[in-house]
């Protein structure tokens, strides 16, 4: 509700209450395997039955909510708001409140409890090497096979392996498979919380001008956090096993796991400045100085910033730089009328058909810049600590150790960071010393300009032409990876060791320009 306490003072109170339930299945057909307990948990009075050679390493619990987690019911969410009039010219505004982010997509879809077993069931098959055996298979390993040509004469073109599995799967292949694909859900799961501030002032200027200067934060909690729970501890011995370093030794892979432990924080300085249309001229310009940094900036999504978690026991290892992190964002924008014609300041006697030359002409445009993200550089050839990754979205999670500044002049040229700034991790058991999102990216700027025409032919009837420039200089704004989802592309240009490393691999868009004809009735 809006208070007005006197009349330079408004207040805005209010109290949301939110209550996100569990996600549940019709037939209760879902599951998580709980850590502590080394069970898969099943929602009370389901008695679907685990496969033997699974039931035989793997304990059962129907003890679980249909949701298999408890609804979070303290998510009160109060907000305040405040707006004091200091002058006739200037007024400070000033807000709180706390927001919560339930959601159903990512970590809840897929994966998702639905694809535990006994609900959901996969097995892995060993191709053979065939007979005759291909020349260049390892025989010390049936299952290591060169998929290639079947030996001749004659030459047979048919791959030997997918010959093998033309004859089809084994009649019992699902019937006890024995190497599950587990995902756990923390049962003590929370609703992602968010904090939000604004402190600022306005003041109004002459000529229909406003100017605005504040600070923006926000803190970020129980923010969801997606792992490799079943993660192998480090080693010094490079060739110990995984499996008795795990903590479910059964299941020698990853089990995803959903948690909600990781944390974000957000401080901006923002400023703007708006003319509002007055003689033919309208502009509006902002600037936002900001830092965000968090443990994850996704939690299942993934991003091309290839930071990942090193290790699944400590989130806040990784807390950095956020993916999406900007220091400085500049836009501008503003629409002009050209001052020629009828009634303007030039030619303002112009005939009809002088007029329908040089007037009703308009200029505008969007002018935006800023400086880039933050990227993680990796080692896909030197894994010292022996053990696999703490996440799930990254392409690789191994880090180097950084030797020099990777933001300084570039050591190679044609690189666009300081590529000599790291060197592999040798030290047995170690993770490599670089931090998370170390490393700035390339920023960009771009021109986009419309040049408009009007022609009037009678009271509410017109025709427009108009040309928009888009990237109107050409100017190339470099990418170091391609712009798409994460995991489709490997990030090559920041992975120690590759060919490509430190070079850009694309670019946005270049100039497009495109004409159109409207007519307005």
Not at 228 to 243: E, F, M, V
Not at 470 to 483: A, Q, Y
Not at 500 to 517: E, N
Request: one cysteine or more; proline letters at 8%.
């Amino acid at each position: 509700d809006d208070v007005r306490v006197n009349a330079r003072l408004t207040l805005n109170l209010g109290l949301r209450y939110e209550l996100f339930r569990p996600v549940t299945e019709g037939k209760n057909q879902m599951a998580s395997f709980n850590f502590p307990t080394d069970t898969l948990v099943l929602p009370k009075g389901q008695n679907a039955q685990l496969t033997p050679t699974i039931a035989s390493f793997l304990p059962v619990q129907a003890t679980a909510s249909p949701g298999l987690v408890n609804p979070d019911y303290k998510d009160f969410a109060p907000r305040v708001g405040m707006a004091y009039k200091l002058s006739d010219r200037l007024v400070m505004r000033a807000g709180y409140g706390i927001f919560y982010g339930g959601q159903e997509n990512g970590p809840f879809s897929f994966p998702s409890p639905g694809f535990n077993p006994p609900f959901f069931v996969t097995q892995s098959f060993n191709s053979p090497c065939g007979n005759p055996v291909l020349a260049n298979a390892n025989l010390a390993d049936p299952s290591n096979c060169t998929i290639g040509f079947k030996p001749g004469p004659p030459t047979d073109s048919s791959l030997a392996i997918n010959n093998f599995w033309t004859q089809g799967y084994p009649a019992n292949s699902l019937l006890d498979p024995n190497n599950p694909l587990l995902y756990s859900i923390d049962l003590h799961i929370k609703t992602p919380m968010m904090q939000q501030w604004h402190l600022g002032l306005e003041y109004q200027l002459p000529s229909e001008t406003v100017v605005e200067l504040s600070y923006a934060g926000s803190h970020g909690a129980r923010l969801y956090g997606f792992y490799n729970g079943n993660q192998a501890t480090p080693s010094t011995d490079p060739n110990a096993p995984l499996a008795p370093r795990r903590p479910f030794p059964a299941v020698d892979g990853t089990i995803d796991s959903f948690r909600s432990d990781t944390i974000s924080n957000y401080n901006s300085l923002q400023a703007r400045i708006e003319k509002r249309l007055s003689h033919g001229l309208q502009f509006e310009a902002s600037y936002t100085y900001s830092h965000s940094l968090d443990d994850a900036s996704s939690a299942s999504l993934g991003s091309l910033n290839n930071g990942d978690f090193r290790d699944q026991r400590n989130p806040g290892l990784e807390y950095g730089n956020s993916d999406f992190d900007v220091r400085h964002h500049l836009v501008v924008n503003y629409a002009w009328d050209l001052p020629f014609g009828t009634g303007k300041a030039f030619a303002g006697n112009a005939s009809e058909f002088l007029n329908q030359v040089i007037g009703n002409w308009q200029v505008a445009g969007i002018v935006s810049a800023s400086t880039g993200n933050w990227f993680t550089v990796t080692d896909p050839f030197v894994n010292s600590s022996n053990t696999d990754c703490g996440g799930t979205v990254g392409y690789n999670c191994s880090r180097p150790d950084v030797i020099g500044n990777p933001n300084g002049k570039p050591c190679v040229p044609g690189t666009f960071f300081n590529t000599c700034a790291f060197a592999s991790d040798q030290v047995p058991g170690t993770f490599g010393n670089e931090g998370r999102n170390i490393v700035h990216g390339p920023g960009y700027q771009t021109w986009d300009v419309t040049l408009l025409k009007t022609f009037p032919v009678r009271e509410q009837m017109r025709f427009e032409f108009r040309t928009d420039f888009f990237n109107i200089w050409n100017h190339v704004n470099g990418l170091w990876g391609p712009v798409g989802a994460a995991g489709q592309v490997e990030p090559v240009a920041i992975e120690l060791g590759t060919p490509q490393y430190g070079t850009l691999q694309s670019a946005r868009d270049p100039r497009f320009i495109q004409f159109a004809m409207k007519f307005y009735f």
